[in-house]
């Protein structure tokens, strides 16, 4: 495992970031704030989708009055989002809220920003010093001659600065941009510089895939480097997506534990005996919201699946029609090819209750290993060691090149 930066910890409701505490997932809600039930709504989703602490506008008063109903309601701690009016962070903090979060390019008034964190620090609560390569203060864009790393983390500091001034210090910063690089290297300089905790992320990344790629370029890049405390990821998306896509980095990345499926799949070839997209994408969906803490490959083939996929809890390789389930690589069923998702869930919640020596236990595993033996060898008589039939083409190419 790769060391994580020692940091500063700060607690944002019950949630604690930094000092060690596991790197949590942030969203963002995309209701008007002053609607309460749908933001509600939207939260629990997010919640339920793995988000750790989520982030309301409050742009209005209207909005204020709504975080005053939402946060006494809400099953995870809440930041209001400040950008130009800093009494609006003020009545943020009135409504209860669990932090807030300051765009420094947006509110530049000394006065300003210090009666808001004197207020949070007699409230004791955290405030977010949430740089934007978007947004940032003219001044400094002059100054840099542009948007700089340099100049987001100058912009970070001189907020800091202000904060200090009346003795704040319950801390995080991000600096986040659109472009990746530019993004990574001031994270890195701001880590170089301080031991605040950082929240990450790539701002504007899109829609997705590419949305998806350009957020996990930069978040994993600095996460396997250690630094980091908190992600988002920024997506032109349901934010649901976004904190599935941030609890599912961390879990890859061993550094959250798994609670959902990690589901593997193989890419197909001309072996595959089902369309392993189709059954992969069902296979996913079925899992979607289980909470099950285990890793499932769906093979396109029994001829090579359940070895490849050996180290899997339980898996499914397609032959003859047919789904033979593997339970660590040993045969223990074999079903009609249209139930293979439904065998999966069946199985895996098994799995999830009994463990996989019970799975193993259960299963007649002498008569699903016969029964893959003998579909593998038939496969294997019909396609041979060359399913695609490569060395074939390759001597037709040759005659074709040579006549
Ligand atoms: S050989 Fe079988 S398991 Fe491997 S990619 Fe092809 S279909 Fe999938």
């Not at 002053?34 to 509600?40: H, I, R, Y």
């Not at 709504?41 to 742009?59: E, F, K, P, S």
């Not at 800091?160 to 990746?180: Q, T």
């Not at 990450?200 to 980091?228: M, N, R």
Request: aromatic share 4%.
């Amino acid at each position: 495992m790769f060391e994580r930066r020692t940091t500063k910890q700060i607690s944002v409701g019950k949630v604690l970031v930094g000092g060690g505490a596991p790197i949590t997932v942030q969203s963002m809600t995309t209701t008007k704030t002053a609607d309460v039930e749908g933001t509600l709504q939207q939260i629990y989703a997010l919640a339920a989708a793995g988000c750790d602490i989520v982030r309301c506008t409050c742009n209005e008063q209207e909005a204020a009055e709504g975080l005053a109903q939402i946060v006494p309601r809400s099953p995870i701690p809440i930041i209001a989002d400040i950008h130009h009016q800093y009494k609006m962070a003020l009545a943020a903090m009135e409504a209860g809220v669990h932090g807030l979060r300051l765009n420094p390019g947006n509110i530049r008034k000394p006065d300003h920003i210090k009666a808001v964190a004197s207020e949070a620090r007699d409230r004791n609560l955290a405030i977010r010093i949430g740089v934007n390569g978007g947004s940032l203060d003219p001044a400094l864009y002059e100054k840099y001659g542009g948007l700089t790393a340099a100049a987001m983390v100058e912009s970070a500091m001189q907020e800091i600065a202000y904060f200090h001034e009346v003795d704040f210090n319950l801390i995080k910063i991000s600096v986040k941009a659109s472009n990746v690089p530019l993004m990574v290297e001031a994270y890195r300089m701001l880590a170089d510089t301080t031991d605040i905790p950082l929240h990450l992320g790539v701002t504007e990344a899109g829609p997705p895939p590419a949305g998806l790629i350009k957020a996990t370029a930069g978040i994993s890049t600095l996460l396997l480097e250690g630094i980091g405390d908190t992600i988002r990821y920024s997506l032109t998306a349901d934010p649901v997506e976004e904190a599935r896509a941030g609890r599912q980095l961390l879990e890859a990345l061993g550094l959250r534990e798994r609670k959902n499926v990690d589901l593997i799949a193989c890419p197909s070839c001309g072996r595959a005996e089902i369309d392993v997209i189709d059954v992969a994408n069902r296979a996913m969906k079925a899992f979607e919201d289980k909470k099950l803490p285990l890793q499932i490959a769906v093979m396109g083939c029994v001829v090579n699946g359940p070895g490849e996929a050996r180290e899997a809890d339980l898996g499914i390789a397609a032959g003859n029609k047919r789904g033979h389930l593997f339970v660590k690589g040993r045969n223990v069923a074999v079903v009609p090819e249209r139930e293979m998702v439904e065998a999966l869930v069946e199985w895996a919640e098994f799995i999830n209750e009994h463990g996989t020596d019970a799975a193993i236990a259960r299963a007649d595993t002498a008569l699903a290993e016969r029964e893959a033996a003998r579909d593998r060898s038939q496969l294997m008589d019909e396609k041979g060691d060359d399913a695609n039939h490569s060395a074939e083409k390759i001597v037709e190419i040759r005659k074709t090149i040579n006549n």
